[in-house]
């Protein structure tokens, strides 16, 4: 049990030590010490270029709502994994995950997002379109 | 004692875990870290090298199982068909890397090897929507376009889906030499031939604005390029790269990069190209509030 103690400890310093050693990259925009895990209302799907973008709304402790502008890879990337319009629209309550913007913290890296009503998550591989793979 | 022992291990695993994901390099616009071969596209959610994850699940391409089960398929006048469209076969994240050299082998001279030290990801081009030209390839797939006129293959083209990557690419195939008082640009002179089943395309005159990675590896407008492209399978392209500079490297290098078939779209069986306008909404910077892709500082 100590030795899974050590070990987690370990690691615990790694997570927050690697981006520190990156020599360029991603942490150029975005805080690897914000990670946020929120639940809000999507206000807008973006299937724009270069990337896409989901805005949601989150209400804070305080009442204040938060409009979160939260980045993922390009629309057709998305596309070819099966995903399109119909599956987050603006209305949907989801809860997502991500890493806050370096200033502007609530412009944030997308690590996860899913529907309240059915926790599945988006926008990963096979989506429900890619359920019957095609011979070519 | 045996505590020690514990740490010990657990620290070398974690420092093996650390290099490799610093070898992950990143597009500058968060797009998936390059090796060079599209292999970093095949699916998941992709981690970067900062160990930060976030939802791209790449450019879906056939696997090594699948590669062999169909023929290579040939155009109408019996010239292999290169079309694709292919995911990877040109550098990315690091050339030195991607190409399969070993760290240091790259033979920059001093002058650019400093310049790539200075550089910063935030200040590559392509961030700014201007193309990454030869032999870089982002992980968004590609593909040669045959060009016949009533002369037979006067033309190929190469499209790339990113927009940044450039609208398109000329290579001349019908027989005439490099262009004379050339102005020097993005994509250069390109001249094809085959040999054999081998595409070779050689260009020159090149600009010195575009960066070979993101690590900022530089080059001049000496510079020189020889790709030799063989479709090995049905499923893979090699791409053999010879680069010359003498304004940048101490020697010519050869350097090599496979690209994937991209894997066709499930619903119409058919794999190609996509629209992509880099200049709808390229907001890379904002959350940081930085400027970003102002990096086309060539060698003065």
Redesign the interface.
């Known amino acids: 049990m100590r030795k899974v103690g050590i070990l987690l400890a370990a690691l615990s310093i790694f997570g927050v030590a690697a981006p520190a050693l990156a020599h360029h990259g991603f942490d150029t925009e975005y805080d690897a010490n914000k990670k946020v895990k929120l639940e809000g209302v999507v206000t807008q799907v973006s299937w724009t270029n270069p990337h896409m973008r989901v805005y949601i709304d989150v209400t804070g402790p305080d009442g204040k709502v938060t409009n979160w502008n939260m980045e993922l890879t390009s629309p057709n990337t998305i596309r070819r994994q099966g995903w399109g319009p119909d599956d987050l629209k603006a209305g949907d309550r989801v809860i997502f995950e991500g890493f806050g913007g370096k200033v502007v913290e609530s412009r944030g890296s997308l690590q996860s997002i899913m529907k309240k009503s059915d926790m599945k998550p988006l926008f990963g591989p096979g989506g429900p379109d890619a359920a019957q793979p095609v011979k070519q | 004692m045996r505590?020690l022992l514990?740490?010990t291990v657990?620290?070398a695993a974690?420092t093996v875990?650390?290099q490799a994901?610093?070898r992950g390099?990143?597009g500058?616009?968060?797009?998936?870290p390059g090796r060079g071969d599209g292999r970093e596209a095949q699916?998941?959610?992709l981690t970067?090298?900062?160990?930060?994850?976030?939802?791209?699940?790449?450019?879906?391409t056939i696997p090594d199982a699948e590669i062999n089960s169909?023929p290579i398929p040939r155009m109408p006048d019996g010239h292999v068909d290169l079309t694709g469209p292919w995911v990877g076969g040109g550098s990315n994240g690091d050339i030195e890397r991607d190409g399969g050299l070993k760290p240091g082998e790259l033979p920059l001279q001093p002058w650019a090897k400093e310049v790539r030290d200075k550089?910063?990801?935030?200040d590559e081009p392509y961030t700014a929507?201007l193309p990454m030209s030869v032999p870089r390839v982002n992980p968004?797939p590609w593909k040669f376009v045959y060009g016949y006129t009533s002369e037979g293959l006067t033309h190929m083209y190469v499209l790339h889906?990113?927009?940044?990557a450039g609208a398109h690419r000329v290579v001349y195939m019908d027989g005439r030499p490099h262009a004379r008082n050339w102005v020097n640009n993005w994509w250069g002179h390109s001249i094809g031939r085959w040999e054999g089943d081998t595409l070779v395309i050689d260009t020159v005159g090149y600009n010195d604005k575009f960066w070979f990675d993101?690590?900022?590896t530089p080059h001049t407008e000496q510079l020189h390029t020889i790709e030799r492209w063989t479709r090995t399978s049905w499923g893979r392209i090699e791409n053999d790269f010879t680069l010359e500079d003498p304004g940048a490297l101490t020697k010519p290098v050869k350097l090599h990069f496979t690209g994937r078939l991209l894997?066709?779209?499930?619903?119409?069986?058919?794999?190609d190209l996509?629209?992509?306008?880099?200049l709808?909404?390229?907001?890379?910077?904002?959350?940081?509030?930085?400027k970003?892709g102002t990096g086309t500082d060539g060698k003065k």
């Open positions: 505590k514990v740490i657990t620290l974690l875990m650390l994901q610093g390099g990143r500058g616009r968060g797009d998936a699916g998941g959610v970067d090298n900062g160990g930060i994850r976030y939802i791209n699940p790449g450019s879906p169909h550089r910063l990801s935030k929507c968004y889906e990113t927009g940044d993101s690590r900022g894997r066709p779209d499930r619903q119409t069986g058919k794999a996509m629209e992509f306008i880099c709808e909404d390229n907001e890379y910077g904002q959350a940081a509030q930085i970003v």
